[in-house]
């Protein structure tokens, strides 16, 4: 069945250290992707997202592309913030009105100063 | 953007009363509304997609007579815990997909609800 499949965390870095989180999927068809970010005792928010294949969604200095070569959409950042901790989602849904979203385990980003 | 709202944000409540959870799209219609199950660290788990004017499509695994959706009309679905119990602790959201061609998801905030 559909599948994402994104890195364990936590991930740890320094602010303005560069961030990569890794995610790849599977899907039958062609599934839009997305990434989700949830602050501490928020609800999620759209960070991103890409509709086609070779598509870039970019967002508040994040950037990620659709890859289906590889089925991957990796989300990076240049120079991390302490403000951008968050749990990370990565997300799928395919291509047709009003499918739920498929998303991965999440990973957790803490930035210190 | 659209936005969703959920009511109440935070609930406590004694094992083996019920629970309902109200989820609205406020500037939007929304035919279709998803709740998931969030449970600590881990991802969201759909639990079952609340259509208005019928029956709502549970996931494998989900009671529909443990989690009663009713989908009153195009901007609310509600979701009732039954005789809710410790187990049931969990954060629940719900999303309701926009208009745009690719549906982009909006999600509500959430509501933790924790059963003593």
């Known amino acids: 069945g559909d599948s994402v499949t994104q890195m364990e965390g936590p991930v740890t870095l320094s602010e303005e250290a560069f961030l990569t989180i890794n995610c790849t999927y599977t899907?039958?068809?062609?599934?839009?992707l997305f990434w989700y970010v949830q602050y501490p005792g928020e609800g999620l928010q759209l960070l991103l997202k890409?509709?086609?294949?070779?598509d870039k969604g970019s967002n508040k200095g994040f950037e990620a592309t659709y890859r289906k070569e590889t089925t991957s959409f990796h989300l990076e950042k240049g120079s991390v913030q302490v403000s951008d901790s968050a749990v990370y989602f990565c997300?799928?849904?395919?291509?047709?009105?009003?499918?739920?979203?498929?998303f991965g385990k999440g990973t957790t980003l803490s930035v210190s100063s | 953007g659209a936005v969703v709202s959920q009511h109440p944000s935070r609930v406590i409540c004694k094992s083996g009363t019920s629970v309902k959870i109200e989820c609205r799209s406020l500037?939007?219609?929304?035919?279709?509304m998803f709740w998931y199950r969030q449970f600590p660290k881990q991802s969201l788990m759909l639990m079952a997609t609340s259509n208005e004017g019928s029956k709502a499509t549970y996931e494998q695994g989900v009671e529909k007579d443990k989690f009663l959706i009713n989908h009153a009309s195009l901007t609310l679905s509600t979701l009732t815990v039954t005789s809710a119990h410790p187990e049931d602790s969990s954060f629940y959201i719900c999303?309701?997909?926009?208009?745009?061609?690719?549906?982009?998801?909006?999600f509500g905030p959430g509501t933790r609800l924790t059963v003593l």
């Open positions: 997300a799928l849904t395919l291509s047709q009105a009003g499918t739920a979203l498929i």
């Open positions: 899907a039958t068809g062609y599934p839009s």
């Open positions: 890409a509709t086609k294949a070779d």
């Open positions: 999303s309701a997909p926009g208009q745009g061609a690719h549906r982009e998801q909006f």
């Open positions: 500037d939007f219609q929304a035919t279709t």
